[in-house]
């Protein structure tokens, strides 16, 4: 398996842009979750799914955040407009709780973004 | 809520000496930990994990960590660091909700 794929790996744009962050998840896991990695804050849950479902959003910063997931295979984090304040590496990750692997959440390799 | 503790921000260590990374956990029932590792620009990749049954977990590239339930401590340990060990170390608690709480993490730097 690729593993969990986000695009893009880097990506630098202008305050007030719309950025649009991509995942596919691992084939069969139907948990999907967004995190945000700050030196100040660490690691931030932002949103994550359950069959396609968004189950708990209360880490999404604010509204200029905004998640969906069309279907299984396929996830969007987009910000608009875009603020300084938001640069950071976003992480994706995905599981399958229930199995023999249990609760174990594979991630991404992420996306750095910078807001100048 | 879960919450997890990991005491040291920064830890260095002389290559081929031994490593412990230390981890509290906050949980009321038996825990589901996890050991993560990021090197430099990469995202987490897993190290081991416990779920129940023997305390002491084996994982990758020669990690072991020790649950123990009266320290609620999750420690994660390695007999001799290698040079390719530099990194920032994540301990991890599932909460009921399937959701992750990571600790502040710990940053290792390995000196030749």
């Known amino acids: 398996d690729a593993g969990v794929i986000q695009s893009p790996r880097h990506e630098v744009t202008e305050m007030g842009q719309e950025v649009t962050l991509r995942c596919k998840p691992i084939?069969?896991?139907?948990?999907l979750f967004w995190y945000r990695q700050t030196m100040m804050r660490g690691l931030e849950l932002l949103i994550y799914?359950?069959?396609?479902?968004?189950?708990?959003d209360s880490g999404m910063p604010e509204d200029r955040f905004s998640a969906k997931m069309p279907n299984a295979s396929f996830s969007t984090l987009k910000i608009q407009p875009s603020e300084p304040r938001d640069s950071a590496v976003y992480f994706c990750?995905?599981?399958?709780?229930?199995?023999?692997?249990?609760?174990?959440?594979?991630f991404g390799p992420g996306t750095r973004l910078t807001v100048l | 809520a879960q919450s997890v503790t990991q005491p040291d921000i920064h830890i260095t260590v002389s290559e081929g000496a031994s490593l412990e990374l230390r981890c509290n956990y906050s949980?009321?029932?038996?825990?589901?930990l996890f050991w993560y590792v990021q090197s430099p620009g990469q995202g987490l990749q897993l190290l081991l994990k416990?779920?129940?049954?023997?305390?002491l977990v084996q994982g990758i590239k020669g990690f072991e960590a020790e649950f123990k339930r009266s320290q609620s401590s999750f420690n994660l340990r390695k007999p001799s660091v290698h040079w390719s060990d530099a990194a920032e170390y994540f301990c991890?608690?599932?909460?009921?909700?399937?959701?992750?709480?990571f600790g502040a993490g710990t940053t290792v730097t390995v000196r030749a």
């Open positions: 416990y779920f129940s049954g023997d305390t």
């Open positions: 949980y009321g029932a038996t825990p589901y």
């Open positions: 799914f359950n069959n396609n479902v968004p189950i708990d």
């Open positions: 990750a995905s599981s399958t709780p229930g199995t023999g692997d249990s609760d174990t959440q594979y």
């Open positions: 084939s069969g896991h139907d948990y």
């Open positions: 991890a608690v599932v909460e009921p909700d399937y959701k992750l709480s």
